[in-house]
C-alpha cells in the first residue's frame, strides 16, 4: 500500500486532498499513487442500495 493509498483512505476517499498533500497539479497524476484496494472495492460494492 502506498502512502498515496494510505491517505486516500484516511480521508474517506478525496483525491482532491491526497493531490495537495502530494504537491500535485492535476488530479489525474495523484491517480497514479492511489491504488484501488481489492477490500475498498468490495465494502463500496456492499454499500450500493438493493
Given at each position: ?11 474517506h476517499?478525496s ?36
Amino acid at each position: 500500500m502506498t502512502y498515496a493509498s494510505m491517505l486516500c483512505r484516511a480521508s474517506h476517499f478525496s483525491i482532491r486532498l491526497v493531490r495537495k498533500q502530494l504537491g500535485h497539479r492535476s488530479i489525474q497524476t495523484a491517480q497514479i499513487y492511489t491504488d484501488v484496494l481489492s477490500e475498498d472495492a468490495a465494502l463500496a460494492v456492499e454499500e450500493l442500495p438493493q
